[in-house]
């Protein structure tokens, strides 16, 4: 059975950058088959796409001002984020996943469904 299982510091004050880890198992995180996707939260508010790896390419919410860097490590089977410059504002619920399929198409992730998530780590962005 897939799982994926977040770590990150939980608190972290503004800009500062945020590391964080998802652990995959029972299943490669360097399947080339899905895109290892970082999803977030914020308090009160919907999912928002941060990004995704896949094929040794990266994806990102342009939203994010190329804040953030995505990468695989396949000796320990699990893919990072890094958010640098961290605000209030990047304060949320912060989710791996992975997409069985997408397509990448003026700028934008194309989903065709998630079908493993982690559980989720709260990142909190505060003085």
């Known amino acids: 059975q897939v799982q994926l299982s977040e770590s990150g510091p939980g608190l972290v004050k503004p800009s500062q950058t945020v590391s964080l880890t998802c652990t995959v198992s029972g299943a490669s995180a360097s399947d080339t088959l899905y895109y290892w996707s970082w999803i977030r939260q914020p308090p009160g508010k919907g999912l928002e796409w941060v990004g995704a790896?896949?094929?040794?390419?990266?994806y990102y919410n342009a939203s994010l001002k190329g804040r953030a860097s995505i990468a695989v490590d396949s000796s320990s089977n699990h893919f990072s984020l890094q958010l640098s410059s961290v605000t209030p504002d990047d304060t949320a619920v912060y989710f791996c996943a992975r997409s069985v399929a997408a397509t990448w198409y003026g700028g934008k992730f194309f989903s065709a469904g998630f079908d493993t998530w982690g559980q989720g780590t709260q990142v909190t962005v505060s003085s």
């Open positions: 790896i896949a094929s040794g390419s990266t």
